[in-house]
Structures are given as C-alpha cells and as structure tokens.
C-alpha cells in the first residue's frame, strides 16, 4: 500500500517560514517523482511545486517561485517543502503527491493533479496578517 503523510503545517505570521514533510511509504520512493499541491476552502486544488526522483529538477508555481523550495531525501523516503516569506494568500492545506513518472520531461504535465496516483491526506497552514 502507497502511504503519503504531510506534517508540518502550523500557524505563521506572514512573513515568517514554515517547513512540511512528507513520508511516503509503500513502494521504492527514489522511483518517482514527487509534488506539492494545496486548497484552501472553496477553491481549485492548485499546484505549488514539483520535483522528478532525484530532486534534480523542481519547477514550481508562479505564486511561489523565489520563496517555496522542494527537495526530498530519497534515503528517508521523504519530501520536503521550505516556505518562506509566506503571505495570507498561502493558507490552505498543503498535499504531497505522488505520481506513477520519475522524470519531468518538457511534455509532462506536472501542474496537472490527475497526474498523480497518490495523495496524502494533507497539512493545514495558516498565515495571519
């Protein structure tokens, strides 16, 4: 069984940082790639960032390039997400995903949430103003 499981989540002052986790179990983690998505209420779950099996390639959102890092550690079959200068605009829950690829080619459509197999059930993250 493929188990994704986010931790991290926390209330944050904007500005501040906030760093989640993703543990995956289930089957060999270093096979596939990896994403971070997140929703808030009432919205479209929407991509933040991805990374292909090794972390050698990420891509991220728009909304969040220059702030958000992803990076995973293939030997703790773990994911990770650094956010920083976080806005009131990135509460949401934040999924990590997992996807049936290992590398992000220019044809792959890594922003697309049906391109992944599995989910976690998510970690909630909240920046006051």
């Known amino acids: 069984q493929v188990q994704l499981g986010e931790s991290g989540g926390g209330l944050v002052q904007a500005g501040g940082a906030l760093n989640l986790s993703c543990a995956a179990s289930?089957?060999?983690?270093?096979?596939?790639?990896m994403a971070w998505f997140r929703q808030a209420p009432g919205k479209e779950r929407e991509f933040v960032a991805a990374?292909?099996?090794?972390?050698?390639?990420?891509v991220y959102a728009d909304s969040v390039k220059g702030r958000f890092t992803i990076s995973r550690d293939n030997a703790k079959s773990t994911l990770y997400l650094r956010m920083n200068t976080l806005k009131p605009e990135d509460t949401a829950v934040y999924y990590c995903?997992?996807?049936?690829?290992?590398?992000?080619?220019?044809?792959?459509?890594?922003?697309?949430?049906?391109?992944?197999?599995?989910w976690g059930q998510g970690t909630g993250v909240t920046v006051s103003s």
């Open positions: 995903a997992q996807p049936n690829w290992g590398t992000i080619s220019r044809d792959t459509p890594y922003w697309r949430a049906d391109e992944y197999a599995y």
């Open positions: 289930g089957r060999t983690f270093s096979d596939y790639g």
């Open positions: 990374t292909n099996w090794s972390g050698s390639r990420t």
